[in-house]
């Protein structure tokens, strides 16, 4: 069985950096791709950032844009959320998602990741 273990929240204060790890096993990691997602309070998860683990090709939703970066380790099946100069509008619980749909020169496929990590809670304080 594919599973993921997301690590990394915590609080941080306005305009800080904090990193987010999320472990894969039970797959071949190449085949997949892997995103972050986060949920608000009372909303729906939503895609914020996502990586290929085959060609490494990312995308990132625009408000992430330039401040958050996604990577992989394929040795380690290990992927990375890097996110710097965080808001307050960032605090969210977090969660790493994985899809086998893969497809070269995207991963922003939302709605065919299916295999979910727990959630780990950024708070982001003025």
């Known amino acids: 069985d594919v599973q993921l273990q997301a690590s990394g929240g915590g609080l941080v204060q306005d305009g800080g950096s904090l990193r987010l790890s999320c472990a894969a096993s039970?797959?071949?990691?190449?085949?997949?791709?892997i995103a972050w997602f986060r949920q608000y309070p009372g909303k729906k998860r939503e895609g914020v950032t996502c990586?290929?683990?085959?060609?490494?090709?990312?995308h990132s939703i625009v408000d992430v844009r330039g401040r958050f970066t996604v990577s992989k380790d394929n040795a380690k099946k290990m992927v990375y959320l890097q996110m710097n100069r965080l808001k307050l509008e960032d605090t969210a619980v977090y969660y790493c998602?994985?899809?086998?749909?893969?497809?070269?020169?995207?991963?922003?496929?939302?709605?065919?990741?299916?295999?979910w990590g727990q959630g780990t809670l950024v708070t982001v304080s003025s």
């Open positions: 990586i290929s683990l085959n060609d490494g090709y990312t």
């Open positions: 039970g797959l071949i990691f190449e085949d997949y791709s």
């Open positions: 998602a994985a899809s086998s749909a893969f497809s070269w020169g995207t991963c922003q496929h939302w709605h065919t990741y299916d295999t």
